[in-house]
Antibody, heavy 120, light 107 residues
C-alpha cells in the first residue's frame, strides 16, 4: 500500500519561500497510471488544488498560484516537492500531498498533512 | 474555473438514517466527479470516483450518481463513523476544484 509523508518547516516568514517535500513509499511512484499533487486547506476552510507533477517531470499549476509555485519530482529519492514563493499570511494552511489516479483525476492516497504557518 | 456548489452546507442526522448530499457544477463535467470524506484533523479519504464508482475498501452503504452538472452522494444507513465533512471535486478541467463541503453531524 502506498504511503505519503509531507515534511518541511512549520513556520515560514512573510515574503519567504515555503518548501515542502513529499516522500512516497510503495511501488507506484514510477507507474504512469498515477501522478502527484499538492493540495492545501486553510483552517476551517475548504480544499484548494495547488498543482501536479507527472513522473516525466511535466507540471500543471493552479492559475491563482502559478506565478509563485514550483513543483518538482526526484525519482531517485522517490520524492516530489513544493515551493511557494513570496508567502503571506493567506498561505497559512495544512498542506497535503496526494497520489492521483490518471484516468479519473481522483486522489486515492493522501499524506497526513502538515501545517505551515506564515508569520513573522 | 468550474465552480462547485454543495447542498446542504450542513445536516443533522441519526444513526440509521438515509442521507443525501447534492453537488452541482457550474458547467457540464460529464462524470468527472469525485467524493471525499474528511474527519477533523485528518486528510480527506476518497469514497467515490467517476461519479459512481466505489473506491476499494469503502463500505457499500456509500453510493454516487449523476452526470453533467448534478451529482448525488447517498449514505444508505448512516453509521457512527460517518459523521464527517464531505467534499465533491471536479476533475473535468484544470484546475480541479472542490465544493465547499457538507458537514454531517449527530442529531
Amino acid at each position: 500500500q502506498v504511503q505519503l509523508q509531507e515534511s518541511g518547516p512549520g513556520l515560514v516568514r512573510p515574503s519567504q519561500t515555503l518548501s515542502l517535500t513529499c516522500t512516497v513509499s510503495g511501488d507506484s511512484f514510477s507507474d504512469a497510471s498515477y501522478y502527484w499533487s499538492w493540495i492545501r486547506q486553510p483552517a476551517g476552510k475548504g480544499l484548494e488544488w495547488i498543482g501536479r507533477v507527472y513522473i516525466s517531470g511535466s507540471t500543471n499549476y493552479n492559475p491563482s498560484l502559478k506565478s509563485r509555485v514550483t513543483i518538482s519530482i526526484d525519482t531517485s529519492k522517490i520524492q516530489f516537492s513544493l515551493k511557494l514563493s513570496s508567502v503571506t499570511a493567506a498561505d497559512t494552511a495544512v498542506y497535503y500531498c496526494a497520489r492521483v489516479n490518471y484516468g479519473s483525476g481522483s486522489c486515492s492516497n493522501w499524506g497526513q498533512g502538515t501545517l505551515v504557518t506564515v508569520s513573522s | 474555473d468550474i465552480q462547485m456548489t454543495q447542498s446542504p452546507s450542513s445536516l443533522s442526522a441519526s444513526v440509521g438514517d438515509r442521507v443525501t448530499i447534492t453537488c452541482r457544477a457550474s458547467q457540464s463535467i460529464s462524470n468527472f466527479l469525485n467524493w471525499y470524506q474528511q474527519k477533523p484533523g485528518k486528510a480527506p479519504k476518497l469514497l467515490i470516483y467517476a461519479a459512481s464508482s466505489l473506491q476499494s475498501g469503502v463500505p457499500s452503504r456509500f453510493s454516487g450518481s449523476g452526470s453533467g452538472t448534478d451529482f448525488t452522494l447517498t449514505i444508505s444507513s448512516l453509521q457512527p463513523e460517518d459523521f464527517a465533512t464531505y467534499y465533491c471535486q471536479q476533475t473535468y478541467t484544470s484546475p480541479p476544484t472542490f465544493g465547499p463541503g457538507t458537514k454531517v453531524d449527530i442529531k
